[in-house]
């Protein structure tokens, strides 16, 4: 997900230290600043998957813009040791750029997410045709992600006694994911029936899902159900609906950690997510390439399937909103090396546990 940002700060690079000689060395881009909630998580559990892989991991950020990401990872190659392979987020506007500047170094990467579309997506083609150091995507379905989250709060307003259903749906900013997300939702909705009152963009923002719905309830008192493209959105219009009395459902993305104990008290109702692993289950393909593997020659892409979490799953999945646990997930048990005949089983599911640790 790219979260757009309008921070500008100098270029950083932050290092996870392998003693290994001959460890991998990888350049996670981060696209958004350092600490945002989202991304923070990501790099997180991928930065827990280094330590334990044996691979040597730098982290740059794009600061949610694509011309500083692409003027980060320009002077990062410039300036530092080439490394051996790079994950990132490709851009919408600057997808181009950067493909052509990994080429040109010669380094294989591997893209997160499936965020070109249209002509750009002509032009980059597919991982391999244009660009043959591009491995591939490792993604998910947005618009299956969409549908299950607006299903799920569909059937938690039944579930409290609404029997006629008035949703409204806050996206994040216009173009990309969000709007494969929310066209989930608008999916879901006309399938049964029920007609979405309005669709607003808040930028990913707390604060203007927060005016933004305070807006929404005056104009549609009837709303009783509030879907977001992320939990940090839906916080903000939690608060909203809170000063208004209004009791409807909310939902988001992201599996942020306060998600866990707003669902707990039941003040948010579903959150899809389990994304957060995506840079972790990249590094994990990486380093079966660099042994040897034959996935990233014979496949172009690595799907996998989110999952939404609600009051009823929590307690099998509480234990991962402490970073500290990340550690504690066998990364090498997914990995397919001596596994010829496998397939890789990225899913949140991977992530389920009996007992919290």
């Known amino acids: ?93 600057g997808a181009e750029e950067s493909l052509r ?7 294989n990467h591997i893209t997160l997410e499936q965020t070109i579309s249209g002509p750009e997506k002509l032009a980059i083609g597919n991982p391999k045709e244009i660009y043959k150091y591009w491995l591939g995507e490792l993604h998910h379905d947005n618009d299956k992600a969409g549908y299950v989250l607006a299903k799920q709060l569909y059937l938690q307003a039944k579930s409290k006694g609404h029997k006629e259903i008035y949703p409204v749906a806050i996206n994040g900013h216009y173009g990309t994911e969000s709007d494969i997300r929310s066209g989930g939702a608008s999916r879901f909705f006309a399938e049964v029936g029920v007609a979405l009152q309005q669709t607003v963009y808040a930028g990913w ?34 608060t909203a609906a809170g000063e208004n009395n209004n009791r409807a459902v909310f939902g988001g993305f992201d599996w942020l950690n306060d998600t866990f ?59 991962i909103k402490s970073a500290k646990n990340w550690h504690s997930i066998d990364y090498k ?12 089983q990225f899913s949140p599911k991977l992530l389920r546990k009996t007992r919290q640790n």
């Open 1 to 93: 997900m790219i979260k757009k940002l309008f921070v500008a700060m100098a270029f950083s690079v932050c290092s996870v230290k392998v003693s290994a000689a001959d460890s991998i060395n990888v350049l996670f881009v981060n696209p958004s600043l350092p600490g945002e909630p989202f991304w923070h998580r990501v790099q997180g559990a991928t930065e827990a998957a280094a330590e334990q892989l044996g691979i040597r991991l730098n982290v740059i950020y794009g600061e949610g813009n694509r011309i500083i990401q692409l003027s980060e990872l320009t002077k990062y190659l410039n300036y530092r040791a080439t490394p051996d392979y790079v994950i990132l987020i490709n851009y919408p506007g």
């Open 333 to 344: 048990a997914m990995s397919l090396i001596d596994k010829p005949d496998a397939r890789y």
């Open 205 to 238: 923002s707390k604060e203007q899902a927060f005016e933004k719905t305070k807006k929404l309830l005056s104009r549609y008192p009837k709303t009783n159900l509030i879907w977001c493209a992320s939990d940090l959105m839906a916080m903000g219009a939690l």
């Open 261 to 319: 104990e707003l669902i707990r008290d039941d003040d948010l109702h579903a959150s899809v997510g389990g994304h957060f692993m995506m840079g972790a289950w990249a590094l994990v393909s990486i380093y079966d390439h660099h042994n040897g593997h034959s996935y990233w020659q014979n496949n172009s892409e690595l799907a996998f399937d989110l999952m939404v979490l609600t009051k009823e799953n929590l307690d099998s999945y509480h234990w």
């Open 101 to 107: 500047l990994l080429e040109k170094y010669e380094i």
